[in-house]
């Protein structure tokens, strides 16, 4: 099993930016996922780090630290629509992944 | 069909009734997954699939079991349910190729079990 750790909620501005750390255990790494899922709706994919290093789409971007068994997902130029769930999942070995609880993001104006 | 579907979208179920929830993917996807989701405690694993034919149980298989006939449908059953059963499910696919292997997940299904 795992052991995924990230805030439970944070708030932001409007125009600011926010970075969601998530602390992970594992003993066979294959790969980091970040899904944003807003209130009442499914998860839908947001980024993929398997290296360490930082991997930018546009107004968000991902870190990873294999060796520190960390990641962030930091948005930048926060929008209204960014208020949702941010959700961190570790893959292990074979296909599945595991999620932590997630963080709640509130966009503030 | 467009993605993942899944149905009811919403359920009210006394306990000891049985239950199926469906899911169909028309992406051609290999791997299928379900996933309960509750408060604070994030999306947990209940079943998956990774080819046609096979299933395997996740990190809370107990009361609920699947089936994959093919790979289209995987449905998930609660043979009797019970009050902690209720929930937020989800369904989810992937290709099941590893790398950037993102899974994409169906609207969801709300259980209510009284």
């Known amino acids: 099993g795992q052991n995924i750790d990230q805030p439970t909620e944070m708030t932001a501005t409007e125009g600011a930016i926010v970075q969601i750390n998530c602390t992970y255990q594992t003993s066979g790494f294959n790969g980091l996922f970040w899904y944003q899922q807003h209130a009442g709706e499914a998860p839908t994919f947001l980024s993929y780090n398997v290296l360490d290093g930082l991997e930018e789409k546009g107004r968000f971007s991902s870190f990873l630290s294999r060796s520190k068994g960390y990641s962030y997902l930091l948005l930048k130029e926060l929008q209204m629509k960014d208020s949702a769930s941010y959700l961190c999942?570790?893959?292990?070995?074979?296909?599945?992944?595991?999620f932590g609880a997630g963080t709640t993001v509130t966009v503030r104006a | 069909i467009a993605g993942i579907t899944q149905a009811p979208t919403s359920q009210i179920l006394a306990a000891g009734r049985r239950m199926t929830l469906r899911c169909t993917q028309d992406m051609r996807h290999n791997a299928m997954y379900w996933y309960r989701q509750d408060l604070g405690l994030g999306l947990r694993l209940i079943h998956y699939s990774n080819t046609a034919g096979t299933t395997g149980k996740g990190e809370v298989p107990d009361g609920y079991s699947v089936s994959r006939a093919n790979t289209d449908d995987f449905p998930l059953t609660l043979a009797s349910a019970v009050p902690s059963q209720t929930s937020v499910y989800f369904c989810?696919?992937?290709?099941?190729?590893?790398?950037?292997?993102?899974?994409?997940f169906g609207p969801g299904t709300r259980l209510t079990v009284l």
């Open positions: 999942a570790v893959r292990e070995g074979d296909y599945k992944l595991s």
């Open positions: 989810a696919s992937s290709d099941d190729t590893g790398g950037a292997d993102t899974q994409y």
